[in-house]
C-alpha cells in the first residue's frame, strides 16, 4: 500500500483507498472532496516488530488507510502477508466484532485465484491478518513496467478476477476495493488480495465520520453515493474498469481530480477507447451505472470463456517473478533468529549495532537472489548501524558530520505567544504569506495575522460569468493564495495576496480539438513573475507556465507519460520529472536544455526541490543533479521506503525518513551536517500535500506522532540537530489524529492542528 506524493492523483497506482466525504450532488460543482486517510505512526523503538502473534517479521512491505503490511514467516516457514490494523480502528467501539466475524468469513474463500486466509487474531492490541505471500508484482507495476495488456492477456486476466470475485461472493463477502494495486500478476494467474476486512473498516469509517473508503476511478455509482449500497455488483464494476485500465493504461473515466474522477463515474460514459472491440460490450456491461443490470461474476466467468494464464507473462515479467521467487526462497531457508529486545528510540543508532533485521539479511546476503531485493535493505542496516547513509547511498560524502542524539527527556515546549480556535477543514494545510497565516482546503480559505492570531480575512472571489463550477482553493505558492474555476471553454486560475484581495482571473486552458477543456489541476511551483501549473483532461496530464503579470500563456508541454510526475521552476529553470526520466526545460520558452532518464523507479512518487545551482529529486532516496546541465551530483540517505520532501535553506538540504531520523545534508557534496534520531514518531505520509521538515535560520521542525497516537511536534536546533522541546496538547486541544501543520520564520513558529493556531518562540539552548 502506497500513499503518492505526487503532481497528480494516480488511482490506478497502489495506494491506500480514499476516504470520500459525501455531499449533496450539484451538477454545477464538483460534489466530493477528498479526506486521505489519517497517518499513523509506530511505536516508539519499534521501528518495525520482531514479532506479531507467531510470526516472524522480516520487513515492512507498505502501509496506507487500513494499517501496515509486513513479510513475515510462521513456525512451519511459511511466509506470508501480514496485515495489522490501525490502533484508531481498532479502538473503535464494535470494530473487532466486525473485524472477527470478516475474517472468518475470509478464512472460507477457497478460490484459486484469491491466497488463502491463513489466520487473524481480532483481540491483539492491533488486529492483524495473515495471507499467503505471494511473490509476485501488482498489476499496477505490471503494466506501468511492461506495458498495457493484449486481448488474450485480457482474457486471462478477466477469467482470474471474475473467478476470485465469485469465490468471495459466495463466502458473502464484497471486497469493495478492487484496483490494479489489489491484483498480483503471478506465473499461472492473477491474485486478488486485501479482501476480507473491508466491511469492518468501511463500517467504522460511516459509523465514526458519515465517509465511505474506496479508489476514485474504481468505485461504483452506488458506492461513491451510499457506500452501505455496495453488494457484489459494485466489485463487477471495478472489474470492469481494471480491465479498462489493463488495456489502456488508464482508468475508464479518466485522468484529473478526485473529484472529477468521481463525478465522471456518476453521471458521465465510461470511455472505452483502447479496449479490444470483442471485449468493449462485456466491459461495457460490466461499467453500467444500474448495478441491476450488470452482470454477476459467474455470467463474466461464463463469456470470457476459457483463457490460458501463461498470455499474461512477458519475458521481463518472467524475469521479475523469478527474482521475487528466489528472493522468497532465500528467507523462506534463512535460519531464525533469536528474539531479542528492541533497542529504546533514545539510543543513538550507532551504539544499538545490527538490528535483528540486519541479520536476516545478511543470512539472505550469501545468495545471489538477494542481490535485487535485499541490497536495499542492507543499506538501511548500514545505516542504522551508525555507517554514513550518504555513503551506504553510493553519494560521494564521505563525512559523518555530527549526530544530534535525543535527551531521554526532551522538554515541553514553551507556552505560545497566542493561540486562537480554527474551523476545522478537510484536509487543511497551511503556509505563511508575509506576515499572514493561510489555511485552505478545497473549499475554504482563511487568513491570520501572525502578530495576534486574530482572523484577519475569509477567501472569496469574483469568477467571470462563464465560471460554471464553484473555484477551488489550490493553496499557496511564493506569495499569492490561488485557485482554479472551470467553464465550457476555459480553465481560469486566480490569485488572492496576502490580504485577501483578489488579484487577476486568466484563461489559462482552452478546448483542445476534441472540444475538450483541461482544468487546473495544481499549482507547482512559482518562480518570480512566473507560475507552472499541473493540467489535468480527459487525455492526460501537463503542465502550462503562465506570466503572472499578463496572465499570458508562456508554454505548455502535454502527454506526460505518469501520473507520479513534478515539476519544479527556480530562477531560469523549470525541472520536470515524468514517469523517471528528468527534464530541464527554459523557464520562459519551455524549450528542453538537457534530460536524464530513469531516474527513479517507476511508482516511487518523487518530489523537487532546489537552491537554483543544485537540483534534488527526493524519493527513497535524496539524488543531486546540476541544474544547468543535468549532471549527477551526490547521493544520499538511500533507503526502502519514501522520504519526506525536502526543504533548502542555508545551504542545506533537511528530510526526514520512516525511522525517525532527520538529516541536514550539505547541498554542495551532500555530506551530512548532522543526523538527529527523533524522539518521536515522525510522519510520513507521502502524500501529496505531504510536509517535509520546517526550517528556519535557527530550528527544525516536523510533525510527530508519539505514544498513544498523540499528535504533535519536535524541534531541533539547526546548527546541530539537538533536540530542544516538543509540543504534544491533550484533551480538545490536541486537535484529532492528523498530523500538524507547521511554518517558520526567523525564531517564530506557527502550528496548527485541527482545531487550534498557535505561534511559539524558540529557543536554541
Known amino acids: 500500500m502506497r500513499t503518492p506524493s505526487s503532481g497528480g492523483a494516480d488511482p490506478t497506482a497502489e495506494q491506500p483507498p480514499f476516504t470520500t466525504v459525501r455531499r449533496e450532488p450539484d451538477a454545477a460543482t464538483r460534489p466530493f472532496t477528498t479526506v486521505p486517510p489519517p497517518s499513523h505512526g509506530q511505536v516508539p523503538g519499534q521501528p518495525s516488530p520482531a514479532r506479531i502473534g507467531p510470526y516472524e517479521v522480516f520487513q515492512l512491505l507498505g502501509e496506507g488507510g487500513m494499517g501496515r503490511v509486513f513479510l513475515a514467516r510462521s513456525p512451519g516457514s511459511r511466509l506470508v502477508a501480514l496485515k495489522v490494523i490501525r490502533p484508531e480502528y481498532a479502538e473503535t467501539p464494535n470494530f473487532r466484532g466486525r473485524f472477527r466475524r470478516e475474517a472468518e468469513a475470509a478464512r472460507s474463500v477457497s478460490g484459486f485465484f484469491t491466497p488463502p486466509v491463513l489466520d487473524a487474531d481480532a483481540d491483539a492490541p492491533q488486529p492483524w491478518l495473515a495471507t499467503a505471500y505471494v511473490p509476485a508484482p501488482s498489476l499496477h507495476e505490471v503494466v506501468r513496467g511492461f506495458g498495457v495488456l493484449p486481448e488474450p492477456a485480457l482474457r486471462a486476466l478477466g477469467t482470474g478476477l471474475a473467478e476470485a470475485l465469485l469465490a468471495i461472493h459466495e463466502a458473502g463477502i464484497v471486497h469493495r476495493d478492487l484496483k490494479p494495486g489489489n491484483v498480483l500478476v503471478a506465473e499461472d494467474g492473477p491474485r486478488v488480495i486485501d479482501f476480507g476486512i473491508s466491511r469492518a473498516v468501511d463500517a467504522t469509517q460511516v459509523t465514526r465520520t458519515g465517509a465511505v473508503m474506496g479508489t476514485p476511478g474504481f468505485m461504483a455509482p452506488e458506492q461513491i453515493v451510499s457506500s452501505r449500497e455496495a453488494g457484489p455488483a459494485a466489485d463487477v464494476f471495478s472489474l470492469g474498469c481494471v480491465l479498462v485500465f489493463a488495456a489502456t493504461g488508464q482508468g475508464p473515466f479518466g485522468a484529473g481530480g478526485t473529484a472529477e474522477i468521481l463525478y465522471r463515474a456518476v ?37 470470457l470463456g476459457a483463457a490460458d494464464p501463461a498470455a499474461l507473462l512477458t519475458e521481463g515479467l518472467r524475469q521479475d517473478l523469478a527474482r521475487r521467487a528466489a528472493h522468497a526462497a532465500v528467507l523462506v531457508t534463512a535460519p531464525p533468529v533469536p528474539v531479542t529486545p528492541l533497542a529504546p528510540a533514545l539510543v543513538p543508532a550507532a551504539a ?130 490561488f485557485a482554479e474555476g472551470w467553464s465550457g471553454e476555459n480553465g481560469y486560475l486566480f490569485g488572492v495576496d496576502a490580504t485577501g484581495r483578489q488579484k ?42 503562465v506570466d503572472l503579470t ?33 527534464r530541464g526545460l527554459d523557464l520562459r520558452s519551455g524549450a528542453q536544455r538537457w534530460s536524464v532518464p530513469d531516474v527513479i523507479e517507476p511508482g516511487a512518487y518523487p518530489r523537487l526541490a532546489s537552491d537554483g545551482t ?28 519514501n522520504l519526506s520532501p525536502a526543504t533548502v535553506r542555508g545551504g542545506r538540504s533537511h528530510v526526514f525518513d520512516g525511522q525517525d531520523r532527520v538529516f541536514a545534508l550539505d547541498m554542495k557534496s551532500g555530506e551530512q551536517a548532522w543526523h538527529t534520531a527523533s524522539p518521536l514518531n515522525l510522519t510520513t505520509s507521502g502524500g501529496a500535500n505531504s510536509q517535509g521538515p520546517t526550517v528556519s535560520s535557527s530550528f527544525v521542525a516536523a510533525a510527530t506522532y508519539a505514544t498513544g497516537d498523540v499528535p504533535g511536534f519536535v524541534v531541533l536546533r539547526a546548527s546541530d540537530g539537538k533536540p530542544l522541546w516538543a509540543h504534544q ?17 526567523g525564531d517564530s513558529l506557527f502550528a496548527a492542528s485541527e482545531t487550534t493556531l498557535y505561534a511559539f518562540r524558540s529557543t536554541t539552548s
Not at 732 to 737: I, N, Q, R
Request: proline share 7%; with cysteine; glycine share 12%.
Open 352 to 481: 544499538q549495532g545490527p538490528s535483528r533485521r540486519a541479520f536476516l539479511w545478511i543470512a539472505a546476503g550469501g545468495s545471489t537472489a538477494v542481490a535485487a531485493g535485499g541490497a536495499a535493505a542492507l543499506t538501511a542496516w548500514r545505516s542504522r548501524s551508525g555507517e554514513d547513509p550518504a555513503r551506504a547511498g553510493g553519494g560521494t560524502g564521505a563525512g559523518t558530520g555530527s549526530t544530534g542524539v535525543a535527551e531521554p527527556k526532551i522538554p515541553a515546549g514553551p507556552k505560545p505567544r497566542w493561540k486562537t480556535p480554527v474551523k476545522p477543514l478537510d484536509n487543511g494545510q497551511l503556509r505563511l504569506v508575509g506576515n499572514t497565516l493561510v489555511r485552505w482546503d478545497s473549499t475554504d480559505a482563511i487568513g491570520y495575522d501572525t502578530a495576534t492570531g486574530k482572523q484577519r480575512w475569509t477567501g472569496s472571489l469574483r469568477p467571470p460569468s462563464e465560471v460554471t463550477s464553484a473555484p477551488k482553493w489550490l493553496g499557496v505558492q511564493g506569495s499569492m493564495l
Open 614 to 641: 543544485t537540483l534534488l529529486v527526493v524519493s527513497v532516496k535524496v539524488q543531486a543533479f546540476r541544474a544547468s546541465d543535468g549532471a549527477k551530483q551526490w547521493t544520499a540517505v538511500n533507503e526502502t521506503t
Open 550 to 582: 499578463s496572465g499570458r500563456v508562456l508554454w505548455s508541454h502535454r502527454g506526460i507519460r505518469g501520473s507520479d510526475f513534478q515539476a519544479h521552476a527556480d530562477k531560469r529553470h523549470c525541472f520536470l520529472q515524468d514517469n523517471g526520466t528528468l
Open 729 to 745: 496538547p491533550s484533551g480538545d486541544e490536541a486537535g484529532g489524529k492528523t498530523a500538524w501543520l507547521l511554518q517558520a520564520s
Open 504 to 545: 487577476f482571473a486568466y484563461a489559462v486552458t482552452r478546448a483542445g480539438a476534441d472540444g475538450r477543456v483541461p482544468y487546473v489541476q495544481s499549482v507547482q511551483s512559482v518562480s518570480g513573475s512566473i507560475a507552472v501549473l499541473a493540467v489535468s483532461g480527459d487525455d492526460g496530464y501537463g503542465i502550462v507556465a
Open 267 to 303: 453521471h458521465h460514459p465510461p470511455r472505452l477507447d483502447g479496449v479490444p472491440p470483442a471485449l468493449g460490450p462485456l466491459i461495457d456491461a460490466c461499467l453500467d451505472k444500474d448495478p441491476a443490470l450488470r452482470p454477476p461474476a459467474a455470467s463474466v466467468l461464463a463469456t
